[in-house]
């Protein structure tokens, strides 16, 4: 079992910088991944960015490079994602995801492969 906690949400506003993270507690492995999604209003929850939790080794979604960050503190057993240049369509719910391996890219990009889900913490973004 995993439990995922997420927090560091609010309100900010355009252009700024926000950090959100998730606590991990439970078994992870090597094969563990960790994954950032989000779901804006009215929209279908999508993917955001991933990290292999043994390497560090990253992936995000093409749209989002240069602004999010993924990393991880294997001593704090958190995973965090790293906002620059918040615009307004980035207001949504950030969720944390916990799966494993092994898997392709297309794979790692959906809900379905992630077992454990945290509750969410809620980004706005205003203007």
């Known amino acids: 079992q995993v439990q995922l906690v997420e927090s560091g949400g609010g309100l900010v506003q355009a252009g700024d910088s926000l950090r959100v993270s998730c606590t991990v507690s439970g078994d992870t492995f090597d094969n563990t991944v960790m994954a950032w999604f989000r779901q804006a209003p009215g929209k279908q929850r999508e993917y955001v960015s991933r990290?292999?939790?043994?390497?560090?080794?990253?992936y995000t979604a093409d749209s989002l490079k240069g602004r999010f960050t993924i990393s991880r503190d294997n001593a704090k057993n958190t995973v965090y994602l790293q906002m620059n240049g918040l615009q307004l369509e980035d207001t949504a719910v950030y969720y944390c995801?916990?799966?494993?391996?092994?898997?392709?890219?297309?794979?790692?990009?959906?809900?379905?492969?992630?077992?454990?889900w945290g509750q969410g913490t809620r980004v706005t973004v205003s203007s």
């Open positions: 995801a916990a799966g494993s391996g092994p898997g392709t890219s297309t794979q790692y990009r959906s809900q379905q492969k992630y077992d454990y």
């Open positions: 990290i292999i939790w043994s390497s560090g080794i990253t």
